[in-house]
C-alpha cells in the first residue's frame, strides 16, 4: 500500500462507476458559507480535483511543496485535498478552529508555501484570517479561496475551476500525471501546531483499510462525519474510509440539532461517525433504520462507558464501533461485542487479529501500547522534513490500559517516555 494515493482510489471509482455518489454537502451549507449545497458524482469529483490540480501545477512551486488547507469538512475540502496530491505536492492540514498565532506558527514550521481556504465559515472570515498570516510569514507565497466574495488579493479557487475548462478542451482526456514518490500528509498531533507529522497516503489508506474490517462499508452507502477531516482520526474515519469502500461521504462542518436529524433520516444505508461523547446523546432514542453503524470516535487517553447499561441506555443500531486515535501515531477500531471488541484488543494486545504487515500493537515492559506496521507509519517533521522510520519499527505510546475482568476500561497517560522506552526484545523484530 505504500505507492497507493487517494486519487488513485478516486478516479478507479470513476472509471468504473460514474455515477455513484461520492461527496454530499449537506442542506445548510449555502448558511454557514454561502456557498450552494451540492451532491458529487464520483465522476464529476474527478474532473474537478484534475483542474483544480492543473491550476495548482502553474504554481511556480517545486514538487512536493506544502501546501495548506484550512477547511471545513465540506466537499470542498475532500476536493482540495485530492487536487494538492494530484498536483505532485503535500497538504497541510490547518485546523479552522486554529487562531491567527497558531497558524503562523504551524506554517513557519512546516514550511508552507501556499494555503487554500474558503472566503467564510459562519460570522468568521477565514480568507481574511489566511491573509493576516501570509502578511506575518513571507514563505506563503499563494493564498486562494473558495468564493463568494473572495478578498482582494487572494486567487479565486472557482475561478481557477472554471479557466480550466478551457485548458481541458485543449488536451482531452489529459490527467494529471503522478505525484512524486515521497509525497504524503502532514497533520498536527494533539492539535498543537508545533507538532507536525507527516505520513504517506499509503499509511493513510492502510490505517483506513484496518477501521473498515470493524465498519463494514459497502459501495452505494453513505458515510455521514460529524468528524473535522484534520487529523488522523477523521480522515481514516471519513474521506479516506468513503474512498477506499467506493461509499458516499457526507460531513456536518456546524453541528446542529435540527440539520443533523434531516440528514440522518435520509433514505440511504448509513455509517455514523460521532465523537464518543455523543453517545449518552443517542443512547436510548428511536434511530433510523437505515443506520446500519454508529463509529464513536475516541482520542487517547479515554474513559470507556460502562457496558453494563439498562436497554433504554444502549444505543438501538446494528453495530456499535469504538475507534480509538492514539494521538497522530495509529488509529484502533473494533466492533463491540465481538472478538475485535476494543475494550479485549486493548487489555490483551494479540486479540487484533489483523495481517501485522497491516497493524500490529504490543505492550512494551512499562505496560504502555506501541504500534508497526504500515497503519501507523509516520514520522514527525523536523524542520519541515520528516524523519526516516520505517513501517517495521515499533513506535511507542504514552498510553496504557487501566484492565479489570480482562477488560480495558480506560486509556491513560503513563509516564514520559522515549524511544528507549521499548524493549531491545522487540524494538527492531
Known sequence: MARI????????????????????????????????????????????????????RAWRLPPGSRIGLCLPGSAESALALLAVEAAGHTPCLLPVSWDEDSLVAAVQGVGVSAILTQARLGTGELAERICAVAVRYFGLRYVAAFGPDVPDGVINLDGMVLDERAAASDEPGARPSPAPVGTGIVTFAAGDPGRAVHRSFGSLVAAATAHLVSTRVGPDERILSLIGPHDLRGLATGLTASLVS??????????????FAASLAREVPTHLVAPGFLEANLAGRALPSSLRSVALAHRAPVRFPNRSRRPDQALRVEAVIDSLAFDE?????????????????????????????????????EGRLAFRGQACACAPLHRGIPASEPAEIWRPSPYEPVVTAGLATALVAGPTHTRDAVPSSFAHA
Do not use: C, N
Not at 476494543?342 to 489483523?354: I, K, N
Open 329 to 365: 501515531t495509529a488509529i484502533l477500531s473494533g466492533r463491540r461485542g465481538t472478538a475485535r471488541d476494543l475494550a479485549l484488543v486493548l487489555a490483551s494486545p494479540e486479540r487484533l487479529a489483523l495481517p501485522e504487515s497491516l497493524i500490529a500493537i504490543t505492550r512494551t515492559q
Open 246 to 259: 467506493g461509499a458516499a461521504l457526507e460531513t456536518l462542518p456546524l453541528f446542529d440539532g435540527a440539520a
Open 5 to 56: 494515493g487517494l486519487g488513485a482510489l478516486l478516479r478507479m471509482t470513476a472509471r468504473r462507476h460514474p455515477d455513484r455518489v461520492a461527496l454530499i454537502d449537506p442542506a445548510d451549507k449555502p448558511l454557514w458559507s454561502g456557498r450552494p449545497a451540492i451532491t458529487w458524482t464520483y465522476a464529476a469529483a474527478a474532473e474537478i480535483v484534475d483542474r483544480l490540480a492543473r491550476g495548482l
